[in-house]
């Protein structure tokens, strides 16, 4: 049995939403220390990195692990209908292949949905040392990657000189943000050599989804290396992300 | 050396390897090509070999000779091989090949057999001695030169090809043979070396040895396991050798390497033992990581190869020396034997790189005086054993019987008889030694349908004429046409997969204890998918028939598109053997098909052409309707279908950059997807496609 208290039922909106955004379908593993999940995307291109330890819950029960498996756009829409001011409560017995979900506001309204038997193979994180970490506003980096997705579908991302440089180029045009120390938009810049490399912008905004659980963004990657996409929560937890990069054809 | 070769006489050339026997065919096809406009045929045992010389023939298109490799499935005849003037195969290639009788069988002027020793191989032989015996009779003007490793019946095999012998030990590098036992090796001549070192491991010793010399070892192992331990072993003494820059040409090699194929543990460890300078080479490796070690070897790269024995009778791979580890060998139904002397020659043959190496050296492993003493005796100072034919074994012989038949070489029993009557196997026990062979054989051929006989004539049936086409063994034929016969709708393709596995031309898993009650439990449990019937009792047939769901079970998991490192890891094989295994069902399915045509099984037509495609290139049934696009293998179409691109239709919807999102599919492969789907695209970003610039999205999965 695993039954869980949130104090804040839209934290859980935007955890959904931050997965819905890459996969259609996935398994929370819980266990008596938190609920987690990681995920790739059906193309495989990106991949998310979920986690909720049991200090984020206002009350967490949960005795021995279990996979729950769930089709996220289900998910997503039942989370929707959530408002401001409401405890989120979710509940799943041993032998039911349904999870509850209780919002609890001026009334009480439960949901319950069907899960699915997806297995619990569980994926690794992809093996890579990063090269450099830059901390900005997740605003900021939204900005730029709209800015971008005006001339192009894909981005140059470089770190050198305690600079950042998003860069796209296409038919439609050429685009070039530069985001410095100076300016107070990077907020910290660690990195033992310059790196570049190009991403994809579709995943790049999808993934911005996770802006609304932090206002921080931390970015790690290395030459033509795939990046690391990181928003840590107040209340606890993570929300990572992994982008494979795009390459120059030969 | 040339007694009458080029005069066009038949020779029998039995000599060390690299001792000039290319040369002389070379000058001997060039020859018959320039001089009298012929044609010639040169048979190899291995596909290995056949690259190998194809390869090296590329010199001659030079001077305007065509040389063609004749490859792929056995059911399909290259119609442009009459065309070339040099034709490379496998003996089994060009076997299958006379079944359909092209016209140029008979403009061949010269017909090159390579390592003919094989004739005593239980399997490869008898392909090879039907054949000759088959070709000389079809066109008895065309000269024949047979290419073999020493043996000491070389001129039994010539007064067989009616042609001269020649035998000869000189080889240009000198070979020193010896047994090495605590810290000295003892040479054929009484002369002794001590080894100096500080290594206490006999093989990372004698690898260090050699190193510090500026030398090569290569190690000849007993088993694929031994091979990849031993290469463990001794890559530490021998890193310890390298130089700078070797060090990190390696670490290259290495990570190129990783990126071949899938990965696998196999691939991990290689990869690992390469960044060494070390290096594992058997069947289990995929073709291009085979390549790979051999071209580091050749350019010194990787000092030292350890290699199961299929090394030595295939690529050209000298080292300055040779270690033989392993002279003891498994075999079924036999267990531990030691290998033939031949076998060990033909290793000790490795020895010594021509143009580096002034002498090769030969060295057996003894672990006590006694086993030094008989390594000695029964090895090093031993002479190989006779060739002896292996044709008259029953399995061989209802092939190659029903193939004279429908070749039209025999028309009558007095025939097949006569036919016999000039094969090696007649040549070395007479005739009446397989007499009653002949007789079953002959027998099972007319019970069978596959052969009338009319008054005392023998007629070949269209069934009989498709079977020796499709080169299966007669028995495999009636296995499939009984299997094919249950009608049923809806037959599983497990059930397909079993039957093809359940006929002998299919190789089978070896099945270890530990997995018999789980085959077992899985063969009770679904003995009503199985197109054949059960043996009433257990035993040996039981064993077999474990073995065979084995493989099919393997082939239902690549057809499921498991990853390549859980098959590795389930069925305890290596990538190179997923292939061949692949390679044979691609056959068997094929043959199958053809079958189910000629007797009209219509509704196993279908399942089995959709069998063959998902078989050759390991997809699930919903692949089928985008893997039939060119450029478009097992990886891209599954990643087209994870991206929405599921079928024809989708692709031609698609545009150029939705395309170009998805991993493994970069500007190239668009455009050749686009070229065969239509569709309307924009012309901006059709030029963005054409200008083949651009960019490849990669996979997160790639950095797992």
């Given at each position: 049995m695993f039954k869980a208290v949130l104090a804040d039922s839209r934290?859980?909106?935007?955890?959904?939403?931050?997965?819905?955004?890459?996969?259609?379908?996935?398994?929370?593993?819980?266990?008596?220390?938190?609920?987690?999940l990681r995920a790739m995307d059906p193309s495989r291109v990106a991949m998310v990195d979920m986690e909720l330890p049991k200090a984020a819950f206002e009350s967490y029960d949960c005795a021995q692990e279990m996979p729950i498996g769930v089709n996220f756009d289900d998910m997503k829409n039942i989370m929707k209908r959530t408002g401001s001011n409401e405890k989120l409560e979710l509940e799943k017995l041993d032998e039911e292949a349904r999870l509850k979900i209780r919002f609890k506001g001026k009334s009480s309204r439960t949901f319950s949905l069907p899960l699915l038997d997806l297995g619990k193979e569980e994926l690794s994180a992809p093996r890579i040392s990063f090269n450099a970490t830059l901390k900005i506003p997740a605003n900021t980096l939204m900005e730029a990657i709209k800015d971008a997705e005006v001339v192009s579908d894909f981005v140059k991302i470089t770190a050198e000189d305690n600079q950042m440089k998003i860069a796209a180029s296409g038919d439609r045009g050429e685009v070039d943000v530069v985001i410095t120390k100076e300016s107070g938009e990077l907020l910290s810049v660690e990195q033992k050599e310059g790196a570049h490399a190009l991403y994809s912008l579709t995943y790049l905004s999808k993934m911005m989804a996770a802006s609304s659980l932090s206002e921080i963004a931390v970015l790690m990657f290395s030459t033509d290396m795939p990046m690391r996409l990181d928003f840590n929560p107040s209340s606890g937890g993570k929300i990572v992300y992994y982008l494979a990069p795009r390459m120059e054809a030969e | 050396m040339k007694a009458g070769v080029l005069e066009g006489k038949n020779l029998v050339l039995a000599v060390p390897t690299a001792s000039g026997k290319t040369m002389v065919a070379e000058l001997c096809a060039l020859k018959h090509i320039m001089e009298r406009g012929g044609k010639v045929l040169y048979l190899v045992p291995l596909k290995a070999l056949a690259t190998e010389k194809y390869e090296e023939f590329q010199k001659f298109t030079k001077i305007g000779i065509k040389v063609?490799?004749?490859?792929?499935?056995?059911?399909?005849?290259?119609?442009t091989l009459g065309r070339h003037d040099i034709i490379i195969a496998t003996n089994e290639k060009a076997d299958s090949i006379f079944r359909h009788r092209p016209s140029w069988v008979n403009a061949l002027s010269l017909i090159v057999a390579d390592e003919i020793h094989l004739l005593g191989d239980g399997s490869r032989g008898p392909t090879l001695e039907a054949l000759l015996t088959g070709f000389r009779l079809l066109n008895p003007k065309a000269q024949i030169l047979a290419l073999s490793a020493t043996i000491s019946n070389a001129d039994e095999i010539a007064e067989w090809l009616s042609s001269v012998p020649i035998t000869s030990n000189w080889r240009p590098v000198p070979l020193l043979e010896g047994v090495y036992f605590q810290q000295s090796v003892v040479f054929k001549d009484g002369q002794h070396r001590k080894i100096e070192g500080e290594e206490k491991d006999p093989v990372a010793l004698l690898a260090a040895d050699v190193i510090r010399s500026g030398g090569q070892m290569l190690v000849f192992t007993g088993s694929r396991l031994s091979a990849t331990s031993l290469a463990k072993r001794i890559s530490e003494p021998v890193r310890k050798r390298l130089k700078r820059s070797e060090e990190r040409k390696l670490m290259d090699l290495s990570s190129k390497m990783l990126r071949m194929g899938e990965r696998t543990r196999i691939s991990d460890r290689l990869a690992m033992a390469v960044a060494n300078g070390v290096a594992f080479h058997h069947a289990g490796l995929t073709y291009e990581q085979r390549r790979a070690v051999e071209g580091a070897f050749r350019s010194f790269l990787i000092k030292c190869v350890c290699a199961t024995p299929t090394l030595a009778s295939g690529v050209n791979l000298p080292a300055r020396r040779v270690l033989i580890y392993d002279y003891r060998r498994y075999e079924a139904?036999?267990?531990?034997?030691?290998?033939p002397v031949l076998e060990e020659k033909q290793m000790a043959g490795r020895a010594g790189r021509p143009k580096y190496d002034s002498q090769g050296e030969a060295i057996m492993l003894a672990r006590s005086e006694a086993e030094r003493d008989f390594l000695l005796e029964e090895y090093v100072l031993a002479k190989p054993e006779k060739v002896w034919s292996k044709l008259g074994a029953a399995s061989s012989l209802r092939s190659?019987?029903?193939?004279?038949?429908?070749?039209?070489?025999?028309?009558?029993?007095e025939d097949v008889f006569d036919f016999l009557e000039k094969s090696f196997c007649a040549y070395q026990y007479g005739i009446n030694s397989f007499r009653n062979a002949v007789l079953e054989s002959l027998e099972m051929l007319s019970s069978e349908g596959?052969?009338?006989?009319?008054?005392?004539?023998?007629?070949p049936t269209a069934l009989g004429r498709r079977v020796a086409e499709l080169y299966i063994d007669p028995k495999s034929a009636v296995i499939l046409r009984n299997g094919l016969k249950i009608r049923r709708s809806g037959i599983p393709p497990i059930s397909?997969?079993?039957?093809?596995?359940?006929?002998?031309?299919?190789?089978?898993?070896?099945?270890?204890?530990?997995?018999?009650?789980?085959?077992?439990?899985?063969?009770?449990?679904?003995?009503?998918?199985?197109?054949?019937?059960?043996?009433?009792?257990?035993?040996?047939?039981?064993?077999?028939?474990?073995?065979?769901?084995?493989?099919?079970?393997?082939l239902k998991d690549w057809i499921e598109e498991s990853p390549e490192d859980g098959i590795v890891e389930r069925f305890d094989v290596g990538s190179g053997d997923i292939y061949s295994y692949v390679e044979s069902a691609k056959w068997l399915v094929h043959a199958a098909h053809e079958l189910a045509k000629l007797l009209r099984c219509e509704e196993a037509l279908t399942p089995l052409l959709k069998l063959y495609i998902r078989v050759e290139n390991g997809i699930k049934e919903e692949l089928l309707p985008i893997v039939s696009?060119?450029?478009?293998?097992?990886?891209?179409?599954?990643?087209?279908?994870?991206?929405?691109?599921?079928?024809?239709?989708?692709?031609?919807?698609?545009?150029?950059?939705?395309?170009?999102?998805?991993?493994?599919?970069?500007?190239?492969?668009i455009r050749s997807i686009k070229e065969q789907v239509g569709g309307t695209v924009s012309k901006a970003e059709w030029s963005m496609v054409k200008s083949k610039r651009g960019t490849k999205q990669l996979s997160i999965e790639d950095y797992e």
């Open positions: 934290i859980w909106k935007n955890v959904i939403d931050s997965i819905s955004t890459l996969v259609e379908e996935g398994v929370f593993i819980a266990d008596p220390s938190g609920i987690r | 063609i490799l004749s490859t792929g499935d056995f059911d399909y005849i290259d119609p139904g036999v267990g531990q034997t030691n290998i190659h019987i029903l193939a004279t038949i429908t070749m039209g070489l025999a028309h009558s029993q596959m052969v009338k006989s009319d008054e005392r004539k023998l007629i397909y997969l079993a039957l093809i596995c359940h006929t002998p031309d299919m190789p089978k898993l070896y099945v270890r204890r530990r997995e018999l009650e789980a085959l077992k439990a899985f063969l009770e449990a679904n003995s009503d998918l199985l197109l054949y019937d059960l043996p009433e009792e257990e035993g040996f047939e039981c064993e077999m028939l474990l073995e065979e769901i084995k493989t099919a079970l393997l696009l060119r450029g478009v293998g097992r990886v891209r179409a599954r990643a087209l279908f994870s991206a929405g691109f599921t079928t024809i239709d989708d692709l031609k919807r698609a545009s150029p950059t939705e395309l170009n999102r998805i991993p493994t599919i970069g500007p190239e492969t």
